[in-house]
């Protein structure tokens, strides 16, 4: 069956940099289309970045761009995202989703979420 599974959250001072892995099987992962969302405390989803399926286009939110980076290796069936320069603003639980089809905002499959702190 398909499995998201993020890993590499954790607690990091404002300014600080993380780096998330989502792993996925049970599916061929470089055939699809795949994104990071995240969740603040109290607050609804928030697209942060988008992957097509070759990992050659990368799409960012206004809030994360210039700080986040998105990657893929399809050898390794891993999503990443790389982010610096934390803010505040960058708390929340973060989960990869893959998409139905590389052009829709709609997902069929998440991840169980990785916690992200940004803390002094």
């Known amino acids: 069956q398909v499995q998201l599974v993020e890993s590499g959250g954790g607690l990091v001072q404002p300014g600080g940099s993380l780096r998330l892995s989502c792993a996925a099987s049970?599916?061929?992962?470089?055939?699809?289309?795949m994104s990071w969302v995240r969740q603040a405390p109290g607050k609804g989803l928030e697209w942060v970045s988008d992957?097509?399926?070759?990992?050659?286009?990368?799409y960012y939110g206004d809030s994360v761009k210039g700080r986040f980076t998105i990657s893929r290796d399809n050898a390794k069936n891993t999503l990443y995202l790389q982010m610096n320069s934390l803010k505040f603003g960058d708390t929340a639980v973060y989960y990869c989703?893959?998409?139905?089809?590389?052009?829709?905002?709609?997902?069929?499959?998440w991840g169980q979420g990785t916690q992200v702190t940004v803390s002094s």
């Open positions: 989703a893959r998409k139905l089809t590389s052009w829709s905002g709609v997902y069929d499959y």
């Open positions: 992957i097509n399926s070759g990992g050659g286009s990368t």
């Open positions: 049970g599916f061929t992962f470089s055939s699809h289309s």
